[in-house]
């Protein structure tokens, strides 16, 4: 495999404070890659800064050698990077087909003036039957004419996947997407993962649930302060002495 995402050296300051300290690191095409550490350890203003939030202090971001570092966070999603957050970005008035619809943007851009003179059929087309498409992928095709709000937290997580599955992307961020769920829906959406996987979706993913990362993850990187701590196969993570220490010394979760 080769790196299709590679971070060299990411610095981010705010004022007198450095939130992430010459990070470096490559996440493998095709694979999952956990990014973990405890509270404060700098996880989400590095996917910040990948996806566009941020602009880099310093150091690069780099998707097929490309410097992407700093651009604006649609021109990233244009060349295939998609991120999802924490916390649910659903349109909760919209039904479910019409929050996929929203994932479409991208391969299918709106025109206005091809809309007035009705040229842009054939785009609409191609939209409803991709946002179809990534609702039968995620198992919500039943659920299509629902509000998003009416949802499962579960199957709401699922559809926050659908919605940038639909945009075709190469590399999905994944804040957290098992925050609140249960057994069965983390077991659920990591079986979606698998899937996205399977689609040649390469997935770089911030979780707290470490059974789920290690049951995942091809690669994990272990940042602290900042900086990173160790990185490895899940084996070598999960006996490694400064991870033990990150973990048990302070915090007991890498939220």
Known sequence: MSALLEVRDLTMRFGGLTAVDGLSFRVEQGSIHGLIGPNGAGKTTTFNMISGFYRPTSGQVLLRGEDISGLKMYEVARRGVVR???????????????????????????????????????????????????????GLSGYAGARAGDLSHGHQRALGLAVAYASHPDVMLLDEPFTGMNPEETRSMMALMEKLRGQGI??????????AIMGLCDTITCMSFGRLLAEGDPEHIRNHPAVIEAYLGGTHHAA
Do not use: K, Y
Not at 202 to 211: G, K, Q, S
């Open 84 to 138: 999802t957050f924490q916390h649910s970005t659903l349109f909760a008035e919209l039904t479910v087909l019409e929050n996929a619809l929203v994932g479409t943007h991208m391969p299918f851009r709106p025109n206005v003036f091809a809309a007035i003179i009705g040229w842009d059929r054939e785009d609409r087309r191609g939209a409803l039957a991709r946002a179809a498409e990534a609702l039968e992928f995620f």
């Open 202 to 211: 390469t997935i770089l993913i911030v979780e707290h649930d470490m059974a």
